[in-house]
């Protein structure tokens, strides 16, 4: 059974720039969920993609947007990057099934850095 | 506003004794609770869970302790041991939400051999 994979690993961009990063869910997963975690911080929910729609969003602009294709990878998008936006970047799958909150399996992330 | 904060950045304990990381919370619309532990350059993985309407959940060296009226839980693990050392983080959640996890900040524990 492979895990959540991202990439990049880690990424660099300068201020103003857009990034895209990529997830690929735990095999059987149907639904994707993202993650900012700042250094020193606990994670902090983005939003969340099931059955390919947003379904459910935490606290951030839309210049955060995401994707779910059709084999239930996602992808999220971040436009007009500023310095605050560098963190830890965690995707988490999950069944929908058995008991809320479904567990959620995460992936290694990706590490953003803004300059 | 944080509605769930680990109080502790770290923890330091003796191999061998109990370590004891705790957790508050604001919201009371949260009705369950999950603890996770997270090494260096890996993503959180699910340790110990606990509803609302139970007061303890016990795994092994893993005990959650939930008290409902004082918004409050803490995560035992005994005895402690070297692997253990990790950031720990208490994560909320409610029905209404969904899947939608809340975390705290994160306790850093050391288990000393």
């Known amino acids: 059974e492979t895990g959540v994979t991202q990439s990049p690993t880690h990424l660099i961009k300068t201020r103003g720039q857009q990034v895209t990063l990529r997830c690929s869910s735990q095999?059987?997963?149907?639904?994707v969920s993202w993650y900012q975690q700042a250094l020193g911080q606990g994670p902090q929910f983005i939003f969340q993609y099931y059955r390919e729609e947003e379904n459910g969003r935490g606290n951030f602009p839309p210049r955060f947007s995401g994707l779910q294709f059709p084999n239930y990878s996602s992808e999220l998008n971040v436009n007009a990057l500023e310095l605050d936006d560098s963190a830890l970047y965690l995707c988490?799958?999950?069944?929908?099934?058995?008991?809320?909150?479904?567990?959620?399996?995460f992936g290694p992330g990706t590490r953003l850095t803004v300059t | 506003d944080q509605q769930v904060k680990q109080n502790s950045p770290s923890l330091s304990v003796q191999e061998g004794r109990i370590s004891i990381l705790n957790c508050d919370y604001t919201n009371s619309m949260f009705d369950y609770f999950l603890w996770y532990k997270k090494y260096p350059a890996e993503g959180p993985t699910f340790l110990i869970s606990i509803s609302s309407i139970k007061d303890k959940n016990e795994d092994g060296r893993f005990t959650v302790f939930l008290n409902k009226s004082a918004k409050h839980l803490s995560l035992h693990i005994v005895p402690s041991q070297p692997g253990d050392s990790a950031v720990y983080f208490c994560a909320a959640s409610s029905g209404n939400a969904g899947n939608m996890l809340t975390f705290g900040g994160g306790t850093r524990l050391m288990v000393k051999p």
């Open positions: 988490a799958s999950s069944s929908r099934q058995g008991k809320i909150p479904y567990e959620q399996y």
């Open positions: 095999s059987g997963h149907n639904t």
